[in-house]
């Protein structure tokens, strides 16, 4: 029903910035909420930021808040987010995924769709 696809990643040194993207596919992919996680070499899947259908409401991750942007564009059906101040520590595989409903946005088992990842490696 939804299809996802991430783009953007690559290798930055500490301090610079990278902006991904997430192009979604589907009838309904306007309906969903987004979110972005990631996951670091052994590590679980963490949440890093959720936007809402609509992308008046948006919530981050502690660890990144101040520094990450999240935003969509529905008609590109397609969500952002932009990295800033990028440490070594954000090094990881990063996805997008989409959920329907306004709840339990933190939660990775809730979403519905996920894209494939794409590599962030921050360099120090």
């Known amino acids: 029903q939804v299809q996802l696809v991430e783009s953007g990643g690559g290798l930055v040194q500490a301090g610079g910035s990278l902006r991904l993207s997430c192009a979604a596919s589907?009838?309904?992919?306007?309906?969903?909420?987004m979110g972005w996680f990631r996951q670091a070499p052994g590590k679980e899947r963490e949440f890093v930021t959720a936007i809402s259908l609509n992308g008046i409401t948006s919530y981050y991750a502690d660890s990144v808040k101040g520094r990450f942007t999240i935003s969509r564009d529905n008609a590109k059906n397609t969500v952002y987010l932009e990295m800033n101040s990028l440490k070594p520590e954000d090094t990881a595989v990063y996805y997008c995924?989409?959920?329907?409903?306004?709840?339990?946005?933190?939660?990775?088992?809730?979403?519905?769709?996920w894209g494939q990842g794409t590599q962030v490696t921050v360099s120090s």
């Open positions: 995924a989409a959920k329907r409903f306004w709840i339990a946005y933190t939660q990775p088992h809730e979403y519905e769709y």
């Open positions: 589907g009838r309904t992919s306007s309906t969903y909420a």
